[in-house]
């Protein structure tokens, strides 16, 4: 089994900055992408920020040159640093992982989600 664990969110005022960290735990053989989405209130689950194995990362084109994703392999780990934040990016964000299990399981991809941290920019 997976887990996945957030944490960092918070409320920050608008042009504040935040720090969210993902921490991959379980059996896991390869960590192929880590990263966030995110959910506001009456919207849908969107893409915030990911990265793959080989360290491509695929931003949202609304946080581009403000938010900025990391991982530390050796500890199965993201990082999400969030500079100039503006109230449109209040949300609930969620880590996501797409994983490789070890024998007999490693036949295909499989993908979790963390709980949920809630970031609450003010304005």
């Known amino acids: 089994q997976v887990q996945l664990v957030e944490s960092g969110g918070g409320l920050v005022q608008a042009g504040g900055s935040l720090r969210l960290s993902c921490v991959a735990s379980?059996?896991?053989?390869?960590?192929?992408?880590i990263g966030w989405y995110r959910q506001a209130p009456g919207k849908q689950r969107e893409l915030v920020a990911i990265i793959s194995f080989d360290g491509r990362r695929t931003y949202a084109d609304s946080v581009k040159g403000r938010l900025t994703i990391s991982r530390d392999r050796a500890k199965n780990t993201a990082y999400l640093e969030m500079n100039s934040l503006k109230p449109e990016d209040t949300a609930v964000y969620y880590c996501?992982?797409?994983?490789?299990?070890?024998?007999?399981?490693?036949?295909?991809?499989?993908?979790?989600w963390g709980q949920g941290t809630q970031v609450t920019v003010s304005s």
């Open positions: 996501n992982a797409k994983v490789i299990l070890p024998p007999p399981l490693a036949d295909r991809e499989y993908e979790y």
């Open positions: 379980g059996t896991i053989d390869s960590l192929n992408a």
